[in-house]
T-cell receptor
Framework: DGGITQSPKYLFRKEGQNVTLSCEQN?????MYWYRQDPGQGLRLIYYSQIVNDFQKGDIAEGYSVSREKKESFPLTVTSAQKNPTAFYLCASSIDRFNEQFFGPGTRLTVL | ELKVEQNPLFLSMQEGKNYTIYCNYSTTSDRLYWYRQDPGKSLESLFVLLSNGAVKQEGRLMASLDTKARLSTLHITAAVHDLSATYFC?????????????FGQGTRLTINP
């Protein structure tokens, strides 16, 4: 089955810890994206990558970091510098940087 | 800066009724998307509207796009309970050669028996 997977589904973090959210796709898509969703809100773009070994900041990149070492994988690290990280995180991918994005199932991060 | 506004933000309606959700956006864009989100779930793509006057229908949902008015509508016909969800519109913008989506706030739709 082709698709986008995210893990874990739920993640709990203590203040001051860094955590990494996984996003994998087997759709052979070049472009990948990370979004954050807060309760009752739309999605906001954190980082995006158009191609392997390249990525750009989105609208709310502070306190986050990413890597794109493989085409299939685009992990997101939420660092201790992110002041309010509790949110629902969605990964998306598209065949190229101009086409429709498809979304993974999401990771719900809660800071304790 | 591209802004996307939906209204209403909350909508409670009875089964069998018709209603429309509106999506306004502030600057020119090539494409508009409608998504559905169930509680705690990811986004499901409903429609992609590519050009002025585009109309797409799937079951009881119909979406249209007026690029001159910068307005898209999502019309629900004879609503049923299964359509209860949050609906988002999103408009794309090309920045630094890449597509970036800007989302509306979402419309939470509740359909009562």
């Amino acid at each position: 089955d082709g698709g986008i997977t995210q893990s874990p589904k739920y993640l709990f973090r203590k203040e001051g810890q860094n955590v990494t959210l996984s996003c994998e796709q087997n759709l052979n898509h070049d472009a990948m994206y990370w979004y954050r969703q807060d309760p009752g809100q739309g999605l906001r773009l954190i980082y995006y990558s158009q191609i392997v070994n390249d990525f750009q900041k989105g609208d709310i990149a502070e306190g986050y970091s990413v890597s794109r070492e493989k085409k299939e994988s685009f992990p997101l690290t939420v660092t201790s510098a992110q002041k309010n990280p509790t949110a629902f995180y969605l990964c998306a991918s598209s065949i190229d940087r101009f086409n429709e994005q498809f979304f993974g199932p999401g990771t719900r991060l809660t800071v304790l | 800066e591209l802004k996307v506004e939906q209204n209403p933000l909350f909508l409670s309606m009875q089964e069998g009724k018709n209603y429309t959700i509106y999506c306004n956006y502030s600057t020119t864009s090539d494409r508009l998307y409608w998504y559905r989100q169930d509680p705690g779930k990811s986004l499901e793509s409903l429609f992609v509207l590519l050009s002025n006057g585009a109309v797409k229908q799937e079951g009881r949902l119909m979406a249209s796009l007026d690029t001159k008015a910068r307005l898209s509508t999502l019309h629900i016909t004879a609503a049923v309970h299964d359509l209860s969800a949050t609906y988002f519109c999103a408009v794309d913008r090309i920045i630094q050669g890449a597509q970036k989506l800007v989302f509306g706030q979402g419309t939470r739709l509740t359909i009562n028996p």
